[in-house]
């Protein structure tokens, strides 16, 4: 049983770290980067994997006991194995998960598995190809096919797909991926579209909450809840009657679950954040490079936990909580 525990003022136990790793990436969703003109950090502004190591390990020390890889595209980044093999030793990590497109997935997932990643989810809006490049303006819909069923091969499970769902694009689909979960032992996540970075094509009527999803899938026939695990996250997960699967659901606007949040980010940039929907972060960047001491930068991952907002109040009265590109924090 560990014994350091990061408990915030809100008495919520912070145990999951989410780290984007890089804020490039291979494919240009629609929802998340602008087709161009993006303005990527200049690589001295990122991180190393030096800094994020010892970032890690000070965190671990004081209570992570879960890490999530992710981006932009954590694949892109070099050097990535090596890290998560690094990652993967410092005692009292229970657990290294991935967050991916999948468009590189199929290189990867055999070395990932060895080097330690336990759980993937990959990113994927729509089964049709045409479609597909539409929405991530790539045409890269059989790697991620290929990357998904090498990540299976090689045994990463449960497998979780990521559906952002969103009126008059994708949501014609809703049921075809629910139906995966029928066959596969997939576990089919719908993500509510969310307002994030300055414009990103959020409307209301784009929109479409989890609650309407899960009246869609009836059709399906009955969804059996599963009970929550410890560290299950925000998703509400059901099975389908005789499903090999999971279908799990994010309600991040609809549905508060704010006081259950247990998580704290780190930026490619070098910043902690408290709140994907809050702009306030701790530059932990600034002092790692100026000779800060491991007690002075425990210190900073401390106040960015104690310091961790309490809510975000409702996204749909008031959506531009996070000028931030999604890219940079990593979801
Ligand atoms: N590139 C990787 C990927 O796409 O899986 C990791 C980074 S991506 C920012 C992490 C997750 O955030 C993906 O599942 C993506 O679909 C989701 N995401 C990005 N922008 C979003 C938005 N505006 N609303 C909901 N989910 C979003
Ligand atoms: Fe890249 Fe992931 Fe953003 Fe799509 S959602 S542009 S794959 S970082």
């Not at 003109?37 to 879960?66: D, F, M, N, S, W």
């Not at 769902?165 to 029928?182: C, K, P, Q, T, Y």
């Not at 899938?217 to 009955?222: A, E, K, N």
């Amino acid at each position: 049983m560990r014994e350091n525990r990061f408990i915030d003022r809100n008495n919520r136990t912070i145990n999951y770290l989410r780290i984007s790793l890089t804020d490039r990436c291979n494919l240009r969703c629609a929802y998340c980067m602008p087709e161009e003109g993006i303005q990527c950090l200049p690589h001295p502004e990122i991180l190393t994997y030096e800094e994020i190591l010892r970032l890690a390990r000070l965190a671990v020390r004081g209570g992570i006991r879960k890490v999530r890889l992710t981006g932009g595209e954590p694949l892109v980044r070099r050097g990535v194995l090596e890290f998560v093999r690094r990652l993967g030793g410092l005692e009292g990590l229970e657990v290294i998960s991935l967050t991916t497109n999948g468009v590189l997935l199929a290189d990867f997932a055999e070395d990932l598995r060895a080097c330690g990643v336990s759980r993937v989810n990959i990113s994927l809006d729509s089964l049709d190809p045409e479609r597909y490049a539409r929405i991530t303006r790539r045409d890269a819909f059989h790697r991620v096919l290929e990357g998904l069923r090498e990540a299976e091969r090689v045994g990463f499970k449960p497998i979780k797909i990521n559906v952002v769902a969103m009126r008059g694009v994708n949501d014609d689909e809703i049921l075809d991926f629910a139906r995966l979960s029928l066959e596969k032992p997939y576990h089919v996540r719908f993500i509510e579209f969310m307002p994030v970075g300055m414009e990103n094509g959020w409307t209301r009527d784009r929109f479409i909450s989890t609650d309407e999803i899960r009246d869609r899938l009836s059709r399906l026939g009955p969804l059996r809840p599963q009970e929550h695990r410890d560290m299950d996250g925000p998703a509400e997960r059901f099975v389908l009657e005789g499903a090999k699967g999971e279908i799990g659901f994010i309600g991040a606007l609809s549905h508060h679950f704010c006081s259950q949040c247990n998580r704290l980010r780190l930026t490619s940039a070098g910043t902690l954040r408290g709140c994907l929907f809050s702009d306030e972060e701790i530059d932990v960047k600034t002092p790692l490079r100026s000779g800060a001491s491991d007690e002075v930068l425990a210190g900073l991952i401390q106040r960015a936990i104690e310091t961790k907002p309490a809510g975000h109040g409702s996204l749909l009265q008031s959506p531009r909580k996070c000028s931030r590109p999604m890219s940079t924090i990593g979801g």
